[in-house]
């Protein structure tokens, strides 16, 4: 079974610039979350998507933003980067909400 | 508020030392708790949830309410153990979102 699978695993941009994060979940699962692990701070819940919907979102500025499409493959976007973006982001996905998240390899933004 | 803490960044032992890593939370209701492992150049993996009762690895944990706490264990330990440990917390209205602690870097010692 193929697991959660994300793109690019770096990405490098300067502050002011956009970025755009991929996943694709496992296969049928239709819940995928989103977390970023920036350097001493750990992991920080970002953005729930399900059946195509915004469930839940975490404390972070509405430049966070995201979709899940009909595939169940998600982007997070992130506008106006600043240099505390710079983290580690990691998509889980699950088959609904109470079971097991499985997570991703993660990409890695650098803000410049 | 959600909450988990665990104590110790850092924890080393020696190959067949028993090893307990702590975890702390607070939540108002009734949670869920998860253990999660990364091992070096690996992607974060589930290694326990508290509702399956199951020991994986060897690592055990029993969620204690009084003391909200949910302490992993293993009475020996080995040396590819040594990953970073994170302890996890779910439950209420945000069913779904994870709360993550800061993790604990075991190092297992030869």
């Known amino acids: 079974e193929a697991g959660v699978t994300q793109s690019p695993t770096h990405l490098i941009k300067t502050r002011g610039q956009q970025a755009t994060l991929r996943c694709s979940p496992i296969?049928?699962?239709?819940?995928v979350y989103w977390y970023q692990q920036a350097l001493g701070l750990g992991l920080q819940f970002l953005l729930w998507?399900?059946?195509?919907?915004?469930?839940n979102r975490g404390n972070f500025p509405p430049r966070f933003s995201g979709r899940q499409f009909p595939n169940y493959s998600s982007e997070l976007n992130v506008n106006a980067l600043e240099l505390e973006d710079s983290a580690l982001y990691l998509c889980?996905?699950?088959?609904?909400?109470?079971?097991?998240?499985?997570f991703g390899p993660g990409t890695r933004l650098l803000v410049l | 508020a959600q909450r988990v803490t665990q104590p110790e960044k850092l924890l080393s032992v020696f190959k067949g030392a028993p090893v307990e890593l702590k975890c702390n939370y607070s939540?108002?209701?009734?949670?869920?708790l998860f253990w999660y492992v990364q091992y070096s150049r690996q992607r974060l993996q589930l290694l326990l949830r508290h509702i399956s009762r199951e020991s994986i690895k060897g690592f055990t944990a029993d969620l204690n309410k009084g003391e909200t706490s949910f302490h992993l264990k293993k009475p020996f330990a080995q040396e590819e153990d040594s990953a970073m440990y994170y302890c996890?917390?779910?439950?209420?209205?945000?069913?779904?979102?994870?709360?993550f602690g800061r993790g604990t870097q075991l190092t297992v010692w030869p």
């Open positions: 889980a996905s699950s088959w609904d909400r109470e079971e097991t998240q499985y």
């Open positions: 998507y399900d059946e195509g919907e915004e469930r």
């Open positions: 939540y108002s209701g009734s949670p869920e």
């Open positions: 996890a917390l779910r439950g209420g209205s945000t069913l779904g979102r994870l709360y």
């Open positions: 296969s049928g699962h239709t819940s």
